[in-house]
Nanobody
Framework: QVQLEESGGRLVQAGGSLRLSCAASGRTASAYTLAWFRQAPGREREIVARVNPIGGAIYYSDSVKGRFTISRDNAKDTVYLQMNSLKPEDTAVYFC???????????????WGQGTQVTVSA
């Protein structure tokens, strides 16, 4: 198992930017596919972005494509989510997840962080 801890969430105005970080620890964190999911109140958890262990096979949901960038630094066992041009509909709890496949479903990921709140005001 790998342990995950997110940080960087806060209140921001629409059009602004945020960078979320997720520090991974435990066994061979750099061997895992890492992803960001989000969950808004009353909605299901959905994938935002995913990156494979060597920084490739990057996936973005249509709703964030062109605005968000996922990256990872294996030397620091950290994955980042740079979020630009934020919209009120981006408001959600953002979760970091780790898995061994290249899927995009919650069931493809076995380790989860506690989440960090991102609130975008209009």
């Amino acid at each position: 198992q790998v342990q995950l801890e997110e940080s960087g969430g806060r209140l921001v105005q629409a059009g602004g930017s945020l960078r979320l970080s997720c520090a991974a620890s435990g066994r061979t964190a750099s061997a895992y596919t890492l992803a960001w999911f989000r969950q808004a109140p009353g909605r299901e958890r959905e994938i935002v972005a995913r990156v494979n262990p060597i920084g490739g096979a990057i996936y973005y949901s249509d709703s964030v494509k062109g605005r968000f960038t996922i990256s990872r630094d294996n030397a620091k066992d950290t994955v980042y989510l740079q979020m630009n041009s934020l919209k009120p509909e981006d408001t959600a709890v953002y979760f970091c997840a780790a898995g061994v496949s290249w899927g995009t479903e919650t069931s493809d990921f076995s380790s989860w962080g506690q989440g960090t709140q991102v609130t975008v005001s209009a």
